[in-house]
Nanobody, 124 residues
Framework: QVQLVESGGGLVQAGGSLRLSCAAS????????MAWFRQAPGKEREFVAS????????YDTESLKGRFTISRENAKNTVYLQVSSLEPEDTAVYYC?????????????????WGQGTQVTVSS
């Protein structure tokens, strides 16, 4: 079992930056692939980025346009999402997820554990 707790969300003006953190506890973290998803009001949850245990990454490059960076620090059992040049359209609850597999994936159903989410609100 893996427990995930997100932090770092908040209210930010358009053009600003945030760093979201996801602290994992429980069973071994370093071999799990991790990901960030987000869900805007009235919309389905969508993939943002994923990172494997070796550090390989996948991004939803079409919508994020290189503004988001995922990273992990295995010694601290933590995964990060650096978000910059924020736009009002980035307003959403951001969820951290972990899967038993070690390779990154965009597929929501492959993730076994989820955090409660952290709210990011971008004002124009």
């Amino acid at each position: 079992q893996v427990q995930l707790v997100e932090s770092g969300g908040g209210l930010v003006q358009a053009g600003g930056s945030l760093r979201l953190s996801c602290a994992a506890s429980g069973r071994t973290f370093s071999t799990n692939a991790m990901a960030w998803f987000r869900q805007a009001p009235g919309k389905e949850r969508e993939f943002v980025a994923s990172i494997g245990w070796t550090g390989s990454t996948i991004y939803d490059t079409e919508s994020l346009k290189g503004r988001f960076t995922i990273s992990r620090e295995n010694a601290k059992n933590t995964v990060y999402l650096q978000v910059s040049s924020l736009e009002p359209e980035d307003t959403a609850v951001y969820y951290c997820a972990a899967r038993r597999g070690s390779t990154p994936s965009t597929t929501m159903n492959l993730y076994d554990y989820w955090g409660q989410g952290t709210q990011v609100t971008v004002s124009s």
